[in-house]
């Protein structure tokens, strides 16, 4: 029988949000409750895709050499890791950002459209020589458009421009990821493997090709935005663009230098089912849902939720169970940030318990409902597109 | 009954099996043959053409085809040989019902330039080609199967699925440390009591056109083209570059409590790790060093141990000049007079640099140069650099006695990560 420790408490003490709506907890809280929505639906028609509010770099990437290094994934991940760490109270603190551990849910790749098509039309044209690929390739690609697309790099550049160095971990495998990235950064601190850790993610959705790996399975919402339990006619997802990062830390060190917490981040579970049969999703989140510790009755959920199916529909079932918890969908309000939707979720979940409400419904079917009660509990729910479930337990202190 | 805690009070984690996959060979057995007899797998690039290229060979997997060829396809399988090997090694569980978790250290997955091709073939040679165009032809059902391909998390969600490994499956990078890290994150699962065992697997299959010429770009690679078995040149003087490679390796860990109740064969011990970030540069590390020096002394506590207890380095040693330099100044500012005598040889002279592979490709050959009490040479060491007074085990396997040996790996994005193997635990 393996002993265990006794859990250490773990805050959440900084949150950086940079996306479609906006950045900082202050525009977050007033859009979600406005029920502002940005969405464009002809810049890559007939995908829609929630645009990047514009942000003005300098402010958390000083140096413009940097900003050159990166790609728009990675600049706008290296900003609300910026943000997440002001808002923390360690901004600049050099002793406790040497032993931050860092772990960063990332996707990556974002390629040179104009060479990759330039290639395309040449051998269109009959340019099909052996060598020729290898030719235009060392000839046109930016020597170091590497290393915006390597997907360990957005936390190579949060090193560099924020000086997080305690450790570096980037996962990947889509909404798993971020879930992963939670969990796991969760396991160490309570386990007294680890004292604070940054964790997060970040994506542009304004990409052409990365809408391009979508459309082979076609999940890419079209034409015309609706929210997400509105989808049922029309599965699918309009990917969102925006950053999201969170400062989490022991009880003990968050107290022994005066940080103040937004939420305790209680639990992170994860599985993966295999979907091979109907119900399957379902039944792993119960299961997960069972896991998560002690729920009350003031809860509510933060979802995720995609609306590709049929995991969608599947998750509708699973809340059906659940009617005493009032939920609202990320995706919704932000799009469908991929490996960045589930950190999306912890953070405004730890933003609507330090706010004491839970920002209001944006659903036209009903599914969604008013709580006019602060929420002591919030349960963020993640289920990917095509793979892996995850949930988490964030609760008000 | 021995105690199966470390000094520290946390569950000893052992080896069970390994697998590996190198442009060697394939399995544990003929690698461990070619790399102690000091053989090459680098050779001229045969898969696609080389025209054009600066550089023109590497460690390729060829034995194992693939068809049609993707990297990420050569990796699933690489992925799923070594584990393969590692389970029947270990004789944990069922086939197909493996009692812990996967962490998966894997390249980051793209879309590759054939089915971009095609895709562009799809459009017609009549209208010019664009990503709207490709995204015009890229719906409608005819190309699902490269969805499910070219997901990041595709690959590890195909071995969970093959080894029926427990829970959600981790994929991760951490670049050329990716190995390393993958063994951490199993390392610290089992001492967590999360798990009884882990399932670690490191994997890459990236020689692809592009592949190759972005590190070319980055002028990162060896481009002694003519004699391909010699290019891979770790700390010699005229070294000039690293050559990439494919491979692949697997780990089985558990706890030696679970281990011994079972009565499994124990190969090793993973006694510590260490990781330490660099904030210095994309590419380059911090010119003191420090971020090596750290993860180094990182690793050392971790296991417990003093510097003066390792008796043999594998490293990381890529054959890059600024690697290699590096990896002198931290392994010397840790290790002081002793660097000159302690034997630190790279298996990437032989096998090339496995990128995502390599940490668990070289903790392989670590515990099985514990197994065998002899040390893989450093091959190509003709021209030794005086900046770099390392005993490289020149050219010829040598055997000796080693009881702790450290492993490092290093990669882009200032990473770095380090590990401490032992035949018995401490």
Excluded at chain 1, 319 to 337: D, E, I, N, Q, Y
Excluded at chain 1, 339 to 353: H, N, Y
Excluded at chain 2, 25 to 30: E, T, V
Excluded at chain 2, 384 to 391: G, H
Aim: aromatic share 6%; with cysteine; hydrophobic share 40%.
């Amino acid at each position: 029988m393996t002993e265990t420790k006794p859990s250490t408490e773990v805050w959440i003490t900084g949150i950086g949000l940079a996306t479609s709506l906006g950045e900082g907890l202050d525009a977050h809280w007033d859009a979600l409750n406005q029920r502002r929505i940005n969405v464009d639906e002809k810049g890559f028609a007939p995908c829609v895709v929630h645009p990047q509010a514009p942000l003005n770099f300098d402010a958390q990437i000083p140096k413009k050499g940097d900003q050159r290094q990166m790609e728009a994934w990675q600049r706008i991940g290296t900003y609300a890791a910026g943000l997440a760490l002001e808002s923390a109270g360690v901004k600049g603190n050099q002793e406790i950002l040497a032993r931050m551990d860092m772990i960063v849910a990332a996707g990556g790749g974002e390629r040179d459209l104009a060479v990759d098509s330039n290639i395309l039309n040449l051998e269109a044209k009959g340019n099909s020589a052996p060598g020729f690929l290898n030719e235009r390739l060392m000839n046109d690609l930016r020597p170091t458009l590497f290393l915006a697309q390597l997907s360990n790099l957005l936390a190579g550049n949060i090193a560099i421009v924020h000086g997080v160095t305690g450790s570096s971990r980037t996962f990947m495998g889509e909404e798993a990821a971020g879930v992963d990235a939670a969990r796991i950064a969760l396991a160490r601190i309570a386990a007294g493997q680890s004292d604070i850790a940054l964790i997060g993610g970040s994506q542009n959705g304004e990409r052409k090709d990365i809408l391009v790996l979508y459309e082979f399975g076609g999940f890419n919402l079209k034409d015309r935005f609706v929210p997400v339990w509105a989808r049922r006619d029309k599965p699918g997802f309009a990917l969102g663009s925006g950053g999201a990062f969170l400062v989490i830390e022991s009880r003990a060190h968050a107290e022994a230098r005066g940080a103040k917490p937004f939420a305790r981040l209680t639990n992170v579970v994860a599985d993966m089912a295999r979907r091979e049969h109907p119900g399957e999703i379902t039944s792993t989140l119960e299961t997960l849902w069972s896991k998560l510790g002690k729920l009350a009755d003031k809860g509510a959920i933060i979802t995720g939720a995609t609306g590709a199916e049929p995991v969608t529909s599947e998750e509708r079932a699973f809340l059906a169970a659940h009617p005493s918890f009032p939920v609202r969908a990320s995706g919704t309000m932000f799009g469908h940030t991929m490996e960045t939707q589930f950190p999306l979720g912890l953070a405004l979940a730890a933003l609507s318990l330090s706010r004491g409400a839970l920002f209001p419904a944006n659903d036209p079917t009903g599914l969604e409902v008013e709580m006019s009660s602060p929420p002591s509990q919030i349960v963020v729910i993640g289920a990917g597109h095509w793979r892996g479930e995850g949930m988490a337990l964030v609760e008000a202190i | 009954m021995p105690a199966t805690r470390d000094k520290f009070g946390r569950p000893i984690v052992v080896v069970t099996g390994m697998g590996v996959v190198t442009s060697l060979a394939s399995g544990k057995a003929d690698n461990w043959k070619r790399l102690t007899a000091g053989e090459s797998g680098i050779r001229t690039i045969t898969r696609f053409p080389i025209e054009g290229l600066k550089t023109t060979m590497a460690g390729t997997v060829d034995f194992i085809p693939i068809e049609p060829f993707s990297s990420t396809d050569l990796s699933e399988r690489l992925g799923e040989v070594v584990a393969e090997e590692a389970i029947a090694q270990a004789g944990i569980g069922s086939k197909g019902d493996f009692p812990g978790p996967l962490f998966l250290a894997v390249a980051p997955v793209e879309l590759e330039w054939p089915q971009r091709q095609e895709l562009g073939r799809a459009i017609g040679p009549e209208t010019e080609v664009n990503y709207d165009g490709l995204l015009r032809v890229s719906g409608g059902g005819r190309y699902t199967q490269y969805h499910r391909r070219f997901l990041f998390g595709s690959v590890a969600d195909h071995l969970a699925e093959v080894f029926g490994t427990k829970g959600s499956p981790i994929s991760l990078s951490t670049a050329c440390a990716s190995g390393a890290s993958a063994i951490q994150l199993g390392v610290e699962a089992i001492r967590r009591g999360e798990a009884d065992a882990t399932l670690c697997v490191a994997t890459d299959g990236s020689v692809n056109p592009e592949a190759l010429v972005r590190f070319s770009l980055l002028s990162a690679l060896s481009t002694q083209n003519d004699q391909p078995q010699a290019a891979a040149r770790p700390f010699s003087k005229n070294r000039d570059g690293f050559v990439m490679a494919e491979g692949a390796g697997a780990l089985v860990l558990e706890s030696l409590e679970a281990a011994t109740a079972r009565g499994a064969t124990i190969l090793g011990v993973v006694a510590g790790c260490g990781e330490l970030a660099d904030s210095f540069h994309r590419t380059r590390s911090s010119p003191d060093g420090k971020p090596i020096i750290g993860c180094v002394r990182n690793a050392l506590s971790d296991a417990g141990l003093e510097s003066g207890q390792i008796d043999y380095i594998n490293a990381h040693g890529t054959g890059t000049p600024e690697n290699d330099k590096m990896e002198y100044l931290g392994i010397s500012s840790v290790f002081g007079e002793r660097a000159r005598q302690i034997p630190v040889s790279s298996n990437k002279s032989m096998v090339g640099h496995t990128l995502s592979a390599a940490g668990a490709v070289e903790a392989v050959f670590s515990l099985l140069t514990l197994e065998h009490q002899r040390i893989p040479p450093t091959i190509n060491y003709d021209i030794p650099d005086p900046a770099i007074p390392f005993d490289v085990v020149p050219n010829k396997a040598r055997d000796a006695r080693v009881t702790t040996v450290m492993s490092n790996s290093f990669g882009f994005g200032g990473q770095n990560a380090a590990l401490i193997l032992t035949r018995e635990p401490a």
